[in-house]
């Protein structure tokens, strides 16, 4: 079993890897499928945003086997995405959880919008993802900030990651016992589409 503190540092390696255009690719390699085809034991689970810039496997340089990834527009936390998490914590004993959200999220700025314009013609669907970002946003309108657009966008990304962490972090009996007597860590991060490199800010052990 590979420790939260361990999964940490090989996700920061390939990552700066990835950025600095260093990448290994052994792990991506045509023989790869065989090699893993009878089981995996994933060394981190990655709750990312479904932009199609910010493919986890990619930006931290890793392999087939390597990464359990749940992606999902906005990278928000239902229950479902707790129960993916849930799963593969139980079942392959992955330690580190990473909610990964990115720089210029298209799910933070149509909920920006629609926070400010709001309109009714959305599907229920595309909403549900809207009303789960929402409340970490409202809180930073309340605090003045929508004078400057761009240091909105960029504050609620994090505010965004960091309640997606904390939901995980005390949605689930069974992550919060792992967390508590197992070594599961959660943490959140956010990938710069500008820079490909990717900041740890929060909950980082
Ligand atoms: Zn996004």
Not at 82 to 91: D, L, Q, Y
Not at 114 to 121: F, G, I
Request: hydrophobic fraction near 40%; include cysteine; proline fraction near 4%.
């Amino acid at each position: 079993m590979v420790s939260a503190t361990d999964a940490l540092a090989r996700l920061r390696e390939g990552n700066l890897r990835f950025a600095a255009n260093t990448q290994s690719n052994d792990r991506t390699l045509a023989t790869r499928p065989a090699e893993v085809a009878d089981g995996q034991e994933p060394f981190a689970i990655i709750l990312g945003c479904s932009d199609s810039r910010v493919p986890a496997e990619i930006v931290f340089d890793q392999g087939l086997g390597d990464l359990f990834v749940i992606r999902v527009a906005g990278n928000v936390v239902a229950p479902s995405q707790i129960g993916s998490v849930e799963f593969a914590a139980t079942k392959f004993g992955t330690r580190l959880v990473v909610v990964l959200g990115h720089s210029q999220c298209g799910a933070i700025e149509e909920t920006l919008n629609q926070l400010q314009v709001p309109s009714d013609n959305r599907s229920r669907n595309l909403r549900s993802i809207v009303d789960f970002v929402r409340p970490s946003i409202e809180s930073l309108l309340a605090q003045g900030l929508g004078e400057d657009p761009e240091a909105l966008v960029k504050q609620a990304v994090r505010a965004n990651v960091r309640a997606s962490a904390e939901h995980m972090r005390h949605g689930s009996d069974i992550l919060e016992e792992l967390e508590r007597d197992e070594g599961l860590v959660i943490v959140g991060a956010e990938y710069s589409l500008e820079t490909g490199l990717v900041d740890f800010f929060d909950g980082v052990p």
